[in-house]
């Protein structure tokens, strides 16, 4: 463990110094981060300049799930996202093959194969949001739902990690993996709502199917005081099930993984 | 050491005939091949040879190197490296071996290469010590202070070829697979190389096995041959005795002056012509008649005389010729 997270901090040094040797794109990314932030606002504001609530969420606690929206997706953008495109490069170039040769679980190599690291910025920016929700509101979470948030967001990152590495799994079968990659990070946008927004068919599918309700809507409940004990552990259990599905798909990919031409 | 005992690595390939329609219906129904990559090979190696594998292109060399460095699972028969089952890619095998693909690079490109090596370091865990020490070997031995900080992309084909054989080698493996190292390269830097790989072998009595179109770098580098066609050995020994097998005859060069007489006359009775430019000629003489050839050409006041084996080249072309299937 302490290897993975040491080469984890080498592999972040590296993405750092990487992303530096383009100065000006760092200036640009960090800007356009800021941007992002502005208009992911945007639907809210719409939304609630002309009503109270919506599907039973005001618009101090839907703020509170755009905060993790803003989290999870910072996850997304600074970590799995890069390091998928990442290994579906190398899975096209063939220079997988050294992924697969080094005596650290492949895994974790692809998954730490790269950060963005100006996504730092969104983290605070999130953050700083969650605390403007909570300041009008008035009052702020029990120290209880404080934990509970938090075990909830960490189960959150889990689950949409899962989603990603089954879906990165599937690039040993068809290589050209980007319209699958597009059509997760538009579902994940969904993300940005209540589940309770959703009827019928729609919100089985974001709770159990593709589970963007275990990313935000339950964790932003959790930290607002309202999910129950119970139902805050099935959410964990759920997480742990799809980074165990996944971690298994993952395995038989990779067996069956037949390296590209010499 | 190496221990292959009839491996096969077979390959399901979808199969389809060019156009339109047959694509439209690949999609429904697939029509599957089974392409036999390496089929029944077995050999050995000990620690410390140094060992050339040839064959022509598609013969399943990388095939088999790949599974002897635990990339694929193979289809069926042993493997044994370094006391291992390469496919259950342990972390004490992985420690001890290193693939060298010069086509596929590991190096991370907007970066200089003290980088890969620093993350290299990290993954395989090397004391900080021993990496200094190492380091400092490879950078002496290939040349390479000038590169280190330099980023991978500025860096010529040659020269990242060098940082890419430092990268492969931090961990002191005891076990080398390289695949085309020198391709592309010019002759100095193969050269380099070359001499590299047996510096290497040599300090660290480390096994290597290579694979080249450079028959060069064989020649130069591997006592012992191993040829593989079709996935099946053909040849596995002394690379001499395989040339003396295959063809016994010298080759005989040497330019004749200027005002020979008949030399057209005189160059038939010498031995078979195999090239000849203007005044310089190369004929084919069995063992026994060369030194009657050579008493001859003084005789002639011929110049530049030399006496060679056959090129492996030609060797090989005739072996692979005589395996195919005739047509």
Redesign the interface.
Same mark, same amino acid.
């Given at each position: 463990m302490r290897?993975i997270l040491? !080469?984890a901090l080498?592999?972040l040094r590296?993405s750092a110094?990487?992303a530096m040797?383009?100065r000006l794109d760092f200036f640009v990314e960090g800007l356009m981060s800021l941007v992002w932030m502005t208009l992911t606002l945007l639907p809210l504001v719409v939304l609630y300049g002309t009503r109270t609530s919506v599907a039973g969420w005001t618009a101090d606690e839907a703020l509170v799930i755009i905060g993790y929206f803003m989290l999870v997706r910072a996850v997304l953008e600074g970590v799995v996202s890069p390091s998928l495109v990442e290994l579906v490069e190398r899975i096209r170039?063939?220079?997988f093959?050294?992924t !697969?040769?080094?005596?650290?679980d492949a895994q974790v190599?692809v998954s730490t194969a790269k950060f963005e690291p100006w996504k730092l910025f969104d983290v605070l920016g999130a953050l700083a949001l969650l605390v403007y929700a909570f300041v009008r509101r008035g009052y702020g979470p029990s120290a209880v739902d404080l934990a509970l948030g938090s075990l909830l967001l960490v189960a959150g990152v889990a689950a949409m990690y899962a989603l990603w590495i089954a879906c990165a799994a599937a690039a040993f079968w068809v290589v050209r993996l980007d319209n699958l990659t597009y059509l997760l990070g538009a579902v994940f946008d969904v993300a940005r709502w209540p589940i309770q927004v959703f009827r019928g068919a729609w919100r089985f599918v974001f709770t159990f199917v593709i589970p963007v309700a275990l990313m935000t809507s339950y964790p932003a409940m959790a930290l607002l005081g309202r999910l129950g004990g119970l139902r805050a552990l099935a959410v964990v259990g759920c997480a742990l099930a799809m980074l165990v599905a996944s971690r298994l798909l993952w395995r038989v990919a990779i067996?069956n993984?037949?390296?590209a031409s010499? | 050491m190496i221990r292959v005992a009839n491996l096969t690595k077979h390959?399901r390939v979808h199969e389809r005939p060019p156009g339109l329609k047959a694509a439209l219906r690949s999609l429904v129904s697939r029509t599957y091949k089974t392409v036999k990559a390496v089929d029944g090979l077995s050999f050995e190696i000990q620690r410390g040879e140094r060992v050339g594998f040839l064959g022509p292109n598609g013969a399943g060399k990388?095939t088999t190197l790949?599974v002897l460095?635990?990339?694929?699972?193979p289809t069926s028969g042993d493997v044994v490296v370094e006391e291992h089952i390469p496919f259950l890619?342990k972390?004490t095998f992985?420690?001890r071996?290193?693939?060298v693909?010069g086509?596929?690079?590991?190096l991370?490109w907007?970066?200089p290469p003290a980088?890969t090596y620093?993350?290299?370091r990290?993954?395989?865990?090397v004391p900080h010590a021993a990496f200094a020490a190492t380091l400092a070997e490879l950078t002496e031995l290939l040349d390479l202070g000038p590169l280190l900080n330099k980023?991978t992309r500025q860096l010529s084909l040659g020269e990242r070829m060098k940082c890419e054989l430092a990268a492969a080698l931090l961990h002191r493996p005891t076990t080398l697979f390289l695949?085309?190292p020198t391709i592309g390269l010019d002759v100095s830097m193969q050269l380099a190389i070359r001499q590299f790989v047996r510096d290497y072998n040599q300090r660290h009595e480390a096994t290597v096995m290579l694979t080249s179109h450079y028959m060069d770098d064989v020649v130069a580098l591997c006592p012992r041959v191993i040829v593989i066609d079709r996935g099946t050995l053909i040849h596995d020994g002394d690379l001499r005795g395989l040339i003396k097998q295959m063809d016994p005859d010298k080759r005989v060069s040497f330019t004749l002056p200027a005002d020979a007489r008949e030399p057209d006359a005189l160059i038939a009775k010498l031995g078979t012509v195999i090239e000849r430019d203007g005044p310089r000629v190369t004929v084919r003489v069995p063992e026994r008649e060369v030194a009657g050839v050579v008493g001859h050409l003084f005789e002639h006041h011929a110049t530049d005389l030399a006496i060679e084996d056959p090129p492996l080249e030609e060797i090989l072309r005739v072996m692979f010729k005589r395996e195919s299937p005739p047509t």
């Open positions: 290897k040491r !080469l080498v592999q590296i110094s990487s040797a383009y170039s063939g220079a093959d050294y !697969l040769l080094k005596p650290v190599l067996r993984y037949t390296s010499s | 390959f990388t790949k460095a635990g990339l694929l699972h890619r972390t992985l420690e071996i290193t693939l693909m086509q596929k690079s590991q991370i907007d970066l980088e620093a993350m290299n990290a993954i395989f865990d980023p695949d085309e």
